[in-house]
């Protein structure tokens, strides 16, 4: 029997700005490699089937839009074959306020690599957006 696991909450939370939930986790590259991603490394050797990305940033790109480190070096250095997925609401965040301007939302979290996003009211919205950023070919369907 086989169960799938989700190691979360990629990355950075533990090194936030005054230990503040949902801040900003200000570390240079070498601090945020030798500090915050062993756990992740590990947990993809060893087979994890998810990864749930942060609501917190890194030095000031939240997790939900950071390309560079989702789809850069999670999917492609890391070679990280399962699906990401947002945390509760995590892409409205990614705008101050929440949810401000909810397409870039969705456009920005999809680009930065998170494959299925938890969208517990919006998810009207979050189709309609979704299915014009793929119509208009903002998205690409792969």
Known sequence: TKVAACAK????DGGTTKGVNENNAVIDWHGLESLHLPAYIDSIIKGVST???SYSSWNGV???ANRDLVAGFLKNNLKFKGFVISDWQG???ITTPPGSNYTYSVQA???AGVDMVMVPYE???FIQD???LVKSNVIPMD
């Not at 909450?9 to 950075?12: C, D, E, Q, R, Y």
Request: aromatic share 10%; charged share 25%; no cysteine.
């Open 62 to 64: 939240k997790m939900h």
């Open 123 to 125: 998810f009207d919205d």
């Open 91 to 93: 892409i409205d965040k």
């Open 9 to 12: 909450h990629f990355v950075g």
């Open 51 to 53: 990864v749930m990305v």
């Open 130 to 132: 979704l299915t014009l």
């Open 109 to 111: 979290s999809i680009e």
